[in-house]
């Protein structure tokens, strides 16, 4: 499979991330863009590589191990982050392929993460999945529990686990700035706790956005968009 105008997309993509931090204020550097090759085979992520792009987000643990251990034989060793849902049965996998764990979503993963990333000598950077709009059928932290969980982590010992910063997938629409207010009110949820101050953690990053919102998500302070279709076309 061969992406037509990748380059010029990866252009594109990258031209709009720069847009978005000039209209708030931010800096390019600040922003990482992973791209999403969930459902695009191996080569798609090459000609990525190849391109410049050096962090990319896979959502199933299966798939992702796949190519990245394809991958890694040819010598590309990009930054992989899970973005998917994790179940606790594919927790070992995930830690010892992928970099970054964006969905953790309860104690009893974090918990697990932790003890099996000590097992396998891995660090490992996680985000906290945050459910903010509560939307009933969606994983994540409840707002009002992202500090609980946050206390469970600093009681975590000799944890080789990196807590940097909270996640959110919102209900995708068509408008863009349908998501601006949960974006916002994730940036907000994460101000807030910093300042009470009682935590050994920097959350410094948020990741939001996908294809259809990530400059408006960027303009609300993300610092990680996830992007996929903006970059490699529909997917099938
Ligand atoms: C698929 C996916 C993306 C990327 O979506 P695109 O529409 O391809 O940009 C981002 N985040 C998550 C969690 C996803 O599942």
């Known amino acids: 499979m061969r ?3 990748l380059t010029e997309k990866i252009d594109a993509v990258k031209r709009t991330i720069e847009e978005a931090c000039l209209r708030s204020g931010r800096v390019p550097q600040d922003v990482l863009l992973v791209a999403v090759t ?3 085979p191996e080569e798609v992520v090459e000609a990525a590589w190849e391109n410049g792009l050096r962090a990319f987000g896979e959502n199933y643990v299966q798939e992702g191990v796949k190519k990245i251990q394809g991958l890694k034989e040819k010598g590309i060793t990009p930054e992989w982050h899970l ?4 179940q606790k049965n594919k927790a070992r996998q995930a830690i010892r392929h992928f970099d970054w764990i964006e969905t953790v979503d309860s104690k009893e993963l974090l918990g697990r993460i932790s003890r099996i990333a000590q097992e396998e000598k891995r ?3 996680c985000l906290i999945q ?3 709009s509560m939307d009933p059928g969606k994983s994540g932290i409840l707002p009002g529990d992202v500090e609980d969980i946050l206390r469970y982590a600093a009681n975590l010992e000799d944890s080789p686990v990196s807590i940097e910063g909270l996640m959110t997938i919102t209900r995708y629409s068509q408008d863009p700035e349908a998501a601006r207010k949960w974006f916002r009110a994730l ?3 994460r101000d807030t706790i910093m300042e009470s101050g009682t935590l050994p953690f920097n959350l410094k990053h948020l990741s939001m956005g996908m294809s259809n919102d990530y400059p408006v998500a960027i303009e609300e302070g993300a610092t990680i968009v996830r992007v996929g279709q903006a970059l490699f076309g529909p997917r099938e």
């Open 83 to 86: 973005i998917g849902h994790l």
């Open 3 to 5: 992406v037509s105008n």
């Open 38 to 40: 969930k459902r695009f």
């Open 130 to 132: 945050v459910n903010i």
């Open 123 to 125: 660090r490992i950077r």
């Open 187 to 189: 940036r907000e949820l």
